[in-house]
T-cell receptor, first 111, second 114 residues
Framework: SQQGEEDPQALSIQEGENATMNCSYK?????LQWYRQNSGRGLVHLILIRSNEREKHSGRLRVTLDTSKKSSSLLITASRAADTASYFC???????????FGPGTRLSVLP | ETGVTQTPRHLVMGMTNKKSLKCEQH?????MYWYKQSAKKPLELMFVYNFKEQTENNSVPSRFSPECPNSSHLFLHLHTLQPEDSALYLC?????????????FGEGSWLTVV
Protein backbone atom coordinates (compact mmCIF):
# COMPACT_ATOMS: atom_id res chain seq x y z
CA SER A 1 0.00 0.00 0.00
CA GLN A 2 1.02 3.64 -0.22
CA GLN A 3 3.74 5.13 2.00
CA GLY A 4 1.39 7.96 2.85
CA GLU A 5 -2.29 7.32 3.36
CA GLU A 6 -4.74 10.03 4.32
CA ASP A 7 -7.78 9.49 6.41
CA PRO A 8 -10.64 10.16 5.87
CA GLN A 9 -10.92 9.92 2.10
CA ALA A 10 -13.62 12.57 2.11
CA LEU A 11 -14.78 15.08 4.69
CA SER A 12 -17.72 17.46 4.58
CA ILE A 13 -18.14 20.20 7.18
CA GLN A 14 -19.88 23.53 7.68
CA GLU A 15 -18.09 26.83 7.39
CA GLY A 16 -16.56 27.84 10.70
CA GLU A 17 -15.99 24.28 11.86
CA ASN A 18 -12.56 22.70 12.25
CA ALA A 19 -11.34 20.03 9.82
CA THR A 20 -8.88 17.33 10.82
CA MET A 21 -7.14 15.05 8.37
CA ASN A 22 -4.73 12.28 9.23
CA CYS A 23 -1.82 10.73 7.40
CA SER A 24 -0.04 7.46 8.13
CA TYR A 25 3.19 6.27 6.62
CA LYS A 26 5.34 3.18 6.80
CA UNK A 27 9.05 3.96 6.59
CA UNK A 28 11.42 6.42 8.27
CA UNK A 29 11.17 9.93 6.89
CA UNK A 30 13.26 13.10 6.74
CA UNK A 31 10.23 15.32 6.70
CA LEU A 32 6.53 15.28 5.96
CA GLN A 33 4.66 17.87 4.00
CA TRP A 34 1.05 18.78 3.38
CA TYR A 35 -0.27 20.07 0.08
CA ARG A 36 -3.58 21.38 -1.20
CA GLN A 37 -4.98 20.85 -4.67
CA ASN A 38 -7.93 22.69 -6.08
CA SER A 39 -9.83 20.75 -8.71
CA GLY A 40 -7.76 20.27 -11.86
CA ARG A 41 -4.91 22.46 -10.67
CA GLY A 42 -1.40 21.90 -9.42
CA LEU A 43 -0.53 21.13 -5.81
CA VAL A 44 0.24 24.00 -3.48
CA HIS A 45 2.62 23.54 -0.57
CA LEU A 46 1.08 24.27 2.83
CA ILE A 47 3.53 23.26 5.50
CA LEU A 48 6.64 21.15 6.13
CA ILE A 49 7.40 19.42 9.40
CA ARG A 50 10.77 17.80 10.01
CA SER A 51 11.21 14.43 11.64
CA ASN A 52 12.56 16.04 14.83
CA GLU A 53 9.58 18.38 15.18
CA ARG A 54 6.29 17.52 16.83
CA GLU A 55 4.04 20.45 15.95
CA LYS A 56 3.98 23.39 13.57
CA HIS A 57 1.58 26.22 12.96
CA SER A 58 0.92 28.38 9.95
CA GLY A 59 -2.06 30.73 10.13
CA ARG A 60 -5.15 28.57 10.54
CA LEU A 61 -3.15 25.38 9.96
CA ARG A 62 -1.73 23.15 12.65
CA VAL A 63 0.30 20.08 11.83
CA THR A 64 1.44 17.43 14.25
CA LEU A 65 3.88 14.61 13.72
CA ASP A 66 4.24 11.45 15.77
CA THR A 67 7.19 9.49 14.45
CA SER A 68 6.64 6.66 16.94
CA LYS A 69 3.20 6.07 15.41
CA LYS A 70 4.30 7.09 11.93
CA SER A 71 1.42 9.49 11.65
CA SER A 72 0.65 13.14 11.11
CA SER A 73 -2.45 15.27 11.32
CA LEU A 74 -3.50 18.49 9.64
CA LEU A 75 -5.98 20.70 11.43
CA ILE A 76 -7.67 23.58 9.65
CA THR A 77 -9.43 25.85 12.11
CA ALA A 78 -12.42 28.09 11.38
CA SER A 79 -12.80 26.61 7.90
CA ARG A 80 -13.99 28.66 4.94
CA ALA A 81 -15.66 27.70 1.70
CA ALA A 82 -12.38 28.55 -0.04
CA ASP A 83 -10.71 25.70 1.88
CA THR A 84 -12.65 23.24 -0.28
CA ALA A 85 -9.96 21.18 -2.00
CA SER A 86 -8.06 17.90 -1.82
CA TYR A 87 -5.32 17.68 0.77
CA PHE A 88 -2.30 15.41 0.41
CA CYS A 89 0.51 14.41 2.69
CA UNK A 90 3.89 13.69 1.17
CA UNK A 91 6.82 11.99 2.82
CA UNK A 92 10.39 12.81 1.89
CA UNK A 93 12.31 9.59 2.39
CA UNK A 94 15.44 10.33 0.41
CA UNK A 95 16.19 14.06 0.71
CA UNK A 96 14.15 15.00 -2.30
CA UNK A 97 14.91 12.03 -4.51
CA UNK A 98 11.51 10.61 -3.87
CA UNK A 99 8.44 12.35 -2.45
CA UNK A 100 5.69 9.81 -1.85
CA PHE A 101 2.15 11.13 -1.86
CA GLY A 102 -0.94 9.61 -0.33
CA PRO A 103 -4.30 9.37 -2.14
CA GLY A 104 -5.57 12.55 -0.46
CA THR A 105 -8.57 13.73 1.53
CA ARG A 106 -11.32 15.59 -0.33
CA LEU A 107 -12.55 18.37 1.93
CA SER A 108 -15.84 20.12 1.23
CA VAL A 109 -16.68 23.19 3.30
CA LEU A 110 -20.31 24.10 2.98
CA PRO A 111 -21.37 27.74 3.33
CA GLU B 1 2.23 31.58 -9.38
CA THR B 2 4.61 28.95 -8.03
CA GLY B 3 7.57 29.61 -10.30
CA VAL B 4 7.00 26.41 -12.26
CA THR B 5 5.38 26.85 -15.65
CA GLN B 6 3.95 24.02 -17.72
CA THR B 7 2.83 24.09 -21.34
CA PRO B 8 0.49 23.23 -22.84
CA ARG B 9 -2.22 23.22 -20.19
CA HIS B 10 -4.40 20.93 -22.29
CA LEU B 11 -3.42 18.46 -24.99
CA VAL B 12 -5.48 16.04 -27.02
CA MET B 13 -3.54 13.55 -29.09
CA GLY B 14 -4.15 10.45 -31.11
CA MET B 15 -2.43 7.20 -30.30
CA THR B 16 -0.06 7.55 -33.25
CA ASN B 17 0.93 11.17 -32.54
CA LYS B 18 4.17 12.48 -31.11
CA LYS B 19 3.93 15.42 -28.77
CA SER B 20 5.90 16.96 -25.92
CA LEU B 21 5.09 18.54 -22.60
CA LYS B 22 7.32 21.36 -21.44
CA CYS B 23 8.20 22.56 -17.99
CA GLU B 24 10.29 25.51 -16.88
CA GLN B 25 11.20 26.51 -13.35
CA HIS B 26 12.33 29.99 -12.33
CA UNK B 27 13.31 29.11 -8.76
CA UNK B 28 16.95 28.18 -9.19
CA UNK B 29 16.26 24.64 -8.02
CA UNK B 30 18.54 21.70 -8.75
CA UNK B 31 15.93 18.94 -9.10
CA MET B 32 12.92 18.52 -11.35
CA TYR B 33 10.20 15.89 -11.41
CA TRP B 34 7.39 14.49 -13.51
CA TYR B 35 4.35 13.11 -11.72
CA LYS B 36 1.25 11.51 -13.17
CA GLN B 37 -2.15 11.99 -11.54
CA SER B 38 -4.97 9.75 -12.70
CA ALA B 39 -8.52 9.70 -11.43
CA LYS B 40 -8.88 7.86 -8.13
CA LYS B 41 -5.16 7.05 -7.92
CA PRO B 42 -2.41 8.66 -5.85
CA LEU B 43 0.20 10.83 -7.45
CA GLU B 44 2.72 8.62 -9.21
CA LEU B 45 6.34 9.69 -9.47
CA MET B 46 7.59 9.11 -13.00
CA PHE B 47 11.03 10.69 -13.28
CA VAL B 48 13.45 12.67 -11.17
CA TYR B 49 16.33 14.75 -12.48
CA ASN B 50 18.96 15.98 -10.06
CA PHE B 51 21.53 18.39 -11.49
CA LYS B 52 20.31 17.35 -14.97
CA GLU B 53 21.03 13.69 -14.29
CA GLN B 54 18.15 11.26 -14.19
CA THR B 55 18.15 9.69 -10.75
CA GLU B 56 14.77 8.02 -10.73
CA ASN B 57 12.77 6.20 -13.36
CA ASN B 58 9.80 4.63 -11.73
CA SER B 59 9.26 1.77 -14.18
CA VAL B 60 7.68 4.12 -16.68
CA PRO B 61 6.86 2.70 -20.14
CA SER B 62 9.25 3.72 -22.87
CA ARG B 63 6.49 5.60 -24.72
CA PHE B 64 7.26 8.35 -22.16
CA SER B 65 10.69 9.84 -22.73
CA PRO B 66 12.02 12.61 -20.47
CA GLU B 67 14.62 15.17 -21.40
CA CYS B 68 16.38 17.63 -19.13
CA PRO B 69 18.68 19.91 -21.18
CA ASN B 70 19.51 22.11 -18.18
CA SER B 71 18.45 22.54 -14.57
CA SER B 72 15.61 24.93 -15.52
CA HIS B 73 13.89 22.97 -18.26
CA LEU B 74 12.25 19.57 -18.37
CA PHE B 75 10.41 17.90 -21.21
CA LEU B 76 8.26 14.82 -21.46
CA HIS B 77 8.17 13.42 -24.97
CA LEU B 78 5.12 11.34 -25.76
CA HIS B 79 4.67 8.83 -28.56
CA THR B 80 2.26 5.99 -29.34
CA LEU B 81 0.36 6.56 -26.13
CA GLN B 82 -2.63 4.55 -24.97
CA PRO B 83 -6.01 5.87 -23.79
CA GLU B 84 -5.14 4.83 -20.23
CA ASP B 85 -2.30 7.37 -20.35
CA SER B 86 -4.89 10.14 -20.22
CA ALA B 87 -4.19 12.00 -16.99
CA LEU B 88 -2.93 15.19 -15.42
CA TYR B 89 0.85 15.40 -15.75
CA LEU B 90 2.49 17.52 -13.12
CA CYS B 91 5.97 18.97 -13.24
CA UNK B 92 7.69 20.01 -10.04
CA UNK B 93 11.02 21.29 -8.81
CA UNK B 94 12.88 21.45 -5.53
CA UNK B 95 16.23 22.35 -4.04
CA UNK B 96 17.60 19.04 -2.84
CA UNK B 97 19.46 19.35 0.46
CA UNK B 98 19.77 17.65 3.82
CA UNK B 99 17.89 20.57 5.39
CA UNK B 100 14.62 19.29 4.02
CA UNK B 101 13.22 20.60 0.81
CA UNK B 102 9.83 21.67 -0.43
CA UNK B 103 8.60 20.57 -3.81
CA UNK B 104 6.87 23.18 -5.96
CA PHE B 105 4.38 22.15 -8.62
CA GLY B 106 3.26 23.62 -11.89
CA GLU B 107 -0.42 23.84 -12.80
CA GLY B 108 -0.23 20.63 -14.77
CA SER B 109 -0.89 19.53 -18.33
CA TRP B 110 -4.16 17.73 -18.95
CA LEU B 111 -3.53 14.99 -21.50
CA THR B 112 -6.28 13.18 -23.34
CA VAL B 113 -5.36 10.29 -25.63
CA VAL B 114 -8.01 9.42 -28.20
Amino acid sequence: SQQGEEDPQALSIQEGENATMNCSYKTSINNLQWYRQNSGRGLVHLILIRSNEREKHSGRLRVTLDTSKKSSSLLITASRAADTASYFCATDVDYGQNFVFGPGTRLSVLP
Amino acid sequence: ETGVTQTPRHLVMGMTNKKSLKCEQHLGHNAMYWYKQSAKKPLELMFVYNFKEQTENNSVPSRFSPECPNSSHLFLHLHTLQPEDSALYLCASSQVSTAGNTIYFGEGSWLTVV
